[in-house]
């Protein structure tokens, strides 16, 4: 499989989580999104380890180790201060403004962590990405290398 295959099938795989997402809302079934989300991921790693023309060297691998560790020690400081935000909120001090909830329609009312957690998450991925770009611009990734030309 080439590289592009492979994009091309997350770009799907992603389309299909949300569907699942969508389905597993309507039908009130956490454990469809659960279980769709861990097998598009067992999907893509199968089908990342059938790529041919992947250019692993010790500059990608310094890479990826570098921008592992700068995404973790940013992540758990933001981690931190946000959990310590929502202990305050929860021994009682006064949070912020909230709407007015509508009706009970029989909808479940949305998880409060599972949207922080699932912001946190987010930026993590945010994190990992910019620092990947940093370091490959800081080491050359990039770059032609003079020994291949």
């Known amino acids: ?3 592009t295959s492979f994009y091309i099938l ?9 569907g699942a997402f969508w389905l597993s809302v309507d039908l009130h079934s956490p454990l469809l999104i659960i279980l769709a989300f861990i097998g598009g991921v067992m999907l893509l790693y199968v089908a990342r380890r059938k790529i041919h023309d992947v250019k692993e060297d010790e500059r990608a691998v310094l890479i990826n180790e570098k921008a592992a560790v700068r995404t973790f020690q940013v992540f758990w400081v933001v981690f931190f201060a946000i959990s310590l935000g929502d ?29 922080v957690q699932l912001l946190v998450l987010f930026l993590m991925i945010i994190l990992y990405v910019g620092f990947r770009f940093y370091y490959a611009r800081q080491y050359g990734e990039w770059e032609t290398d003079e020994e291949q030309d």
Do not use: Q, Y
């Open 1 to 3: 499989m080439k590289r």
């Open 10 to 18: 997350a770009g799907i795989i992603g389309l299909l989580e949300v």
């Open 87 to 115: 202990v305050v909120l929860g021994l009682g001090a006064p949070g912020f403004p909230r709407p007015p909830r509508p009706p009970d329609e029989g909808l479940v009312p949305l998880g409060h962590i599972g949207i």
